[in-house]
């Protein structure tokens, strides 16, 4: 019943959302920022009760991590946001018939969006920010380790609303358990897209029981392949800086692909790994090259599971190929179309690793942690989407949005 009444006080608050300009929707999203950060100790220490239940070692437990740091990068991107344009409205194309119709296609929102996600708060700012400034409501369904975290948040967003006089109903978050997500990702009544951002688990088991269209987002087994060509200095950084600027993300490196040619060099090349002691599971042949040269208590032989998995985690794998061929071969086995990457100095093996590689988002001698709608200059972003219809890639405002047709006569009719 609590789920039900979310969904009817969303619907009522879409059409009011509909008639807000965008400099009140701008407005209060700079409020919102500024009361982000006024509101630090408060949402620093509901997110210290989450944190207190969850094992640091567990994969999530950065990601559920809330720091005066991290807020102040929120409020940045909120007020980034704020500053774009609003996507909704724009004309995409317009044409005069000769009997004098005119045919017009703008961008519209779609409406009421579903986001379900695990234990990361931020994705609560990121997501109303997004959907608040493409005129979509947002109904947030977090999951049970972020409770008191979202509940915070969301606390000061409606704050901020009130405060704005703007229907606070345009956001919501839902109680934690499996019969309210069940009833968000059957919501079709009133729900018009949803979005999962999360584990493969999680993506999985919206794509089974979804009834809502779903865009698939969150799930990452990221690549790096080390060409024959490629340059050490360049791929000793990259690697490093894909693998451990921070393990818990979805651009983070999972698996390194290097030329059997240049597997000399493989010790080198995971050296600054070592030092943020990365435990690489090696194939044998990488085994072989790192063995008495890498730290015996972080190498681990490679088995069947290490490859196509998403470590979260100071964890890699490192896989020889003979080929170039081999290493496309990998990654399309055991990819997850999120961002792959190659170091290489030969100019024609990266035109064709960019284009025969399939993933929303391909690397040329940098880094894959690079995959953020903030560095893609998108403001914030929605989520990483690993399929082909509608979105690609990391979302923000203008993927948040589909289109309709306008036409306008003066009496005509079809003969």
Request: proline share 4%; with cysteine; aromatic share 6%.
């Amino acid at each position: 019943m609590e789920s039900l009444t979310i969904f009817e006080n969303a619907l009522e608050a879409r059409q009011e959302l509909n008639l807000i300009d965008d400099q009140s929707v701008s407005r209060m999203l700079m409020l919102l920022a500024d009361e982000a950060e006024m509101q630090t100790p408060f949402i620093l220490s509901e997110n210290e009760k989450d944190l207190a239940l969850m094992a640091e070692s567990d994969p999530r437990y950065d990601r559920l991590r809330l720091t005066p740091e991290r807020i102040k990068n929120i409020a940045a991107d909120i007020r980034n946001v704020a500053s774009l344009p609003s996507p909704a409205g724009k004309i995409i194309s317009e044409y005069f018939k000769p009997n004098g119709l005119v045919i017009k296609r703008i961008t519209v929102p779609f409406g009421i969006i579903g986001v379900i996600y695990e234990a990361r708060p931020n994705v609560t700012f990121d997501v109303f920010s997004l959907c608040v400034k493409s005129r979509n409501v947002a109904i947030l369904k977090g999951g049970s380790d972020a409770i008191n975290s979202n509940t915070a948040i969301v606390e000061v967003i409606k704050k901020v609303l009130k405060k704005s006089g703007i229907n606070e109903h345009i956001v919501s978050l839902l109680p934690p358990g499996r019969e309210e997500a069940l009833s968000l990702l059957t919501a079709r009544e009133y729900v018009d897209l949803l979005i999962p951002r999360g584990s493969r688990e999680l993506i999985n088991y919206v794509r089974e029981n979804a009834s809502v269209p779903v865009i698939e987002t969150g799930a990452g087994i990221c690549h790096s392949y080390f060409d024959e060509s490629g340059d050490v200095e360049k791929g000793r950084a990259i690697i490093n800086n894909a693998k451990t600027r921070r393990v818990s993300v979805c651009n983070a490196l999972d698996c390194l692909i290097i030329h059997e040619a240049r597997l000399n060099d493989l010790p080198s090349l995971v050296e600054f790994c070592a030092s943020a002691e990365v435990i690489i599971y090696a194939d044998e042949k990488a085994y072989t090259s790192l063995k008495g040269k890498y730290p015996g208590e972080l190498l681990c032989r490679a088995t069947a599971e290490s490859f196509g998995k998403e470590f979260l985690s100071y964890k890699m794998a490192v896989k020889s190929v003979s080929s170039f061929s081999d290493a496309l071969g990998h990654i399309a086995k055991f990819g997850s179309k999120h961002s792959e990457s190659i170091i290489s100095e030969n100019e024609s093996r990266l035109e064709e690793f960019c284009s025969q590689v399939d993933a929303s988002a391909i690397y040329a001698n940098t880094s894959t942690a690079f995959t953020d709608g903030a560095e893609f200059g998108l403001g914030a972003e929605i989520g990483i989407s690993t399929q082909k219809l509608h979105a690609r890639g990391p979302m923000s405002l203008e993927a948040l949005t589909t289109y309709k047709w306008i036409i306008k006569g003066n009496g005509q009719i079809r003969p």
